[in-house]
C-alpha cells in the first residue's frame, strides 16, 4: 500500500498544521519515520507477554472491576480494597475494554504504549519548531527508546500516562510563556495537568508549574505576575480532579483521606507507615544512565575528556531560550524526587525528554549522522526481537496463568480465598496475577475468617506450614502442579477447608 493511502488521515493533520507549525517536507518525512518506528516497535506486540510481576495485575484488575461492578469512581477489589491510585489510568483500561469485550494484557498496556507514542511526537513538535528536524527527531527516539521508558511503554501502570502528562504540560507551558502569556491561560496544559492529577496526584501540577516559575525567575519576566497565573493555573488544573476526590471520599470516608495523605504527603515527606522503595541520595544517579541506555554508552568517550571549568560556565551562560528550559526542566524532576527516601527509577521519567534533547545535540556534533542512523535502526530492531520474541517465552513461564486455570479448573464455582503472611495493611500482597485471570473472584482470609465457611484457599508453601494447624478449621491439600508465584515468590498450593466447631 502507497505511504500516503496508509497514512492518510496523519497527512490530513500535517496539511492542516504546517502553517503554524513550520512543518517542512523534510521534517514531514521525519515524522513519518516516527510514527513508523513508535508503532511498530509497541502496538502489535502489547498482548504477547502474560502478567508475570505483581504490579501489572494490580492496576488491571481496577478496570476489570469498574466494568464488573459499574463503579467508575472507586471499585472494590482483591477482597474488597480499593484502588491505591487515582483512576485516570484504569478509566482509559476500561474504555477500552468495555469496547473489546473485556479486560486482557494488550487492553491493559494500551494506554502506556499510546502515551509513550504521543509524547515521543509532542516532543518531535516542540524541538522541531525550535531546532531543525534531526535533532527533533533523535531527541523524540532517544527518549521513547531509552530503556526505562521504552519499558514503561510495555507496562500497564500508571507511570507513563504521567510522564506524558507532565512532560506535555510543561512543554504547553514553555510555549504559552514564549509567545508572551498571550491568548489567555494554557488551557491545553491545564487539561494536561489536571489528567495527571486524576493519574497518580497534585505532583502532576507541582512539577509543571514550578518548571514555568524557574523558568520565569531565571529570565527575568516577571515573577510576581508569573506567580499569580500559575497558581490560578494550578487552582483550575485542580477543579476536575476535585470532583473525582469528592466523590471517593463519599465512598469510602476517612478511609481514602487517609489513603491519600499516604500517598501523596507522607510519601513525600518520608512519613509513611511501612517502607516503600527506600534509597538513598545516591539512587539516581545510577538510575538515570542506566535508564538513558543503550545512549548513555555513546557519551562515555566524553568522561575522558579534559574539561575547562570556564568554558562550561561560558556555555552555560550562552544557552540560548530552548536549552535553559529542557536544563531547568530536567533538574527540577531531579532535584524533587531525590528529596523524599521512596525512590523508583520510574520515578525520574518526565526528565528523559529533556536529557535526551542535550544528547542528540552531543551525538549530532560527535557522530556522523550515517553512524546515528544505523545505531537508532539497530536499537529498533533489537528493542523489537526483545519484547516481541525473547521475552514473551522467557516472562510467560513466571506467569501464574497456568496455575489460576488450573485452579479453576480444580474448583469449579466454589469460594475462594486467598492467604499471605505478613502482609502490610497499606501496601499490602495478594495474589494480584491470580485474581486478575480469575476475575476478582479470590477474596483474601482476614483475621476474622474467610467469607464462606467452606471453601478453597491459595496460599505459599511457606506460609502453610503454620497457617494450616490453626484450629477451628480443616483443610485438606488439593495435587497443584508446581510453581513458584511471581507475586509472592513462594510455591503456590490450593487447600480444601471447612469450619468446624
Not at 482483591?78 to 489510568?89: L, R, T
Not at 474504555?95 to 494488550?106: D, I, K, P
Request: with cysteine.
Amino acid at each position: 500500500m502507497p505511504e500516503r493511502m496508509l497514512f492518510r488521515p496523519f497527512s490530513l493533520f500535517l496539511q492542516q498544521k504546517r502553517k503554524t507549525m513550520d512543518i517542512t517536507p523534510q521534517k514531514t518525512r521525519y515524522l513519518y519515520v516516527l510514527l513508523f518506528l513508535t508503532v511498530v516497535m509497541t502496538l502489535p506486540w502489547l498482548g504477547l507477554a502474560d502478567f508475570n510481576t505483581k504490579g501489572e495485575p494490580r492496576e488491571a484488575i481496577v478496570a476489570q472491576t469498574m466494568l464488573a461492578q459499574d463503579n467508575w469512581v472507586m471499585p472494590h477489589n482483591n477482597g474488597g480494597e480499593i484502588a491505591y491510585k487515582p483512576p485516570f489510568m484504569h478509566w482509559c483500561v476500561a474504555a477500552c475494554g468495555a469496547l473489546v469485550g473485556e479486560v486482557n494484557e494488550y487492553v491493559a498496556r494500551f494506554p502506556s504504549a499510546v502515551s509513550a507514542i504521543l509524547l515521543a511526537f509532542g516532543v518531535y513538535f516542540f524541538y522541531a519548531r525550535r531546532r531543525d528536524g534531526r535533532t527533533a527527531l533523535i531527541t523524540a527516539f532517544v527518549s521513547f527508546s531509552s530503556f526505562e521508558m521504552f519499558r514503561a511503554a510495555y507496562a500497564c501502570r500508571v507511570d507513563m500516562v504521567l510522564t506524558m502528562c507532565i512532560v506535555g504540560a510543561m512543554m504547553l507551558l514553555e510555549a504559552w510563556q514564549e509567545r508572551g502569556r498571550r491568548g489567555g491561560l494554557p488551557w491545553l496544559a491545564i487539561l494536561l495537568m489536571s489528567a495527571g492529577t486524576l493519574t497518580k496526584g497534585p505532583v502532576a501540577i507541582v512539577l509543571p508549574c514550578a518548571v514555568a516559575w524557574i523558568c520565569a525567575v531565571v529570565r527575568r519576566e516577571g515573577w510576581l505576575r508569573e506567580t499569580g497565573l500559575l497558581l490560578l493555573s494550578a487552582l483550575l488544573s485542580m477543579a476536575l480532579p476535585a470532583l473525582w476526590y469528592c466523590a471517593a471520599y463519599r465512598q469510602q470516608g476517612d478511609g481514602f483521606l487517609r489513603l491519600f495523605m499516604e500517598e501523596n504527603v507522607y510519601r513525600f515527606l518520608g512519613r509513611m507507615s511501612y517502607r516503600s522503595h527506600e534509597n538513598g541520595l545516591w539512587y539516581y544517579f545510577v538510575m538515570l544512565p542506566a535508564g538513558l541506555l543503550p545512549w548513555t554508552l555513546l557519551l562515555l568517550p566524553a568522561l575522558f575528556r579534559r574539561w575547562d571549568r570556564r568554558a562550561i560556565v561560558a556555555r552555560l551562560r550562552a544557552m540560548d531560550r530552548t536549552e535553559v528550559f529542557s536544563l531547568v526542566a530536567s533538574l527540577t524532576v531531579f532535584v524533587f524526587y531525590c528529596i523524599p527516601h521512596s525512590k523508583r527509577g520510574v520515578y525520574i521519567m518526565p526528565m528523559y525528554p529533556f536529557v535526551a534533547f542535550f544528547v542528540s545535540q552531543y551525538l549530532c556534533a560527535n557522530y556522523t549522522q550515517r553512524f546515528v542512523r544505523r545505531l537508532s535502526s539497530a536499537v529498533a530492531v533489537l528493542y523489537t526481537l526483545a519484547f516481541a520474541v525473547v521475552l514473551p517465552i522467557v516472562l510467560n513461564r513466571k506467569s501464574d496463568l497456568g496455575t489460576a486455570r488450573e485452579i479453576e479448573r480444580l474448583v469449579g464455582d466454589a469460594p475462594l480465598t486467598s492467604y499471605v503472611a505478613g502482609s502490610v495493611p497499606g501496601n499490602p500482597t495478594h495474589y494480584f496475577t491470580i485474581n486478575f485471570y480469575l476475575h476478582d473472584r479470590v477474596g483474601v482470609w482476614t483475621a476474622q475468617g474467610p467469607a464462606s465457611p467452606h471453601g478453597f484457599l491459595i496460599v505459599g508453601d511457606r506460609d502453610a506450614r503454620d497457617f494450616v494447624r490453626q484450629k477451628g478449621y480443616v483443610f485438606h491439600k488439593v495435587n497443584l502442579a508446581p510453581h513458584r508465584s511471581c507475586d509472592t515468590r513462594q510455591t503456590v498450593c490450593l487447600y480444601e477447608y471447612w469450619a468446624v466447631k
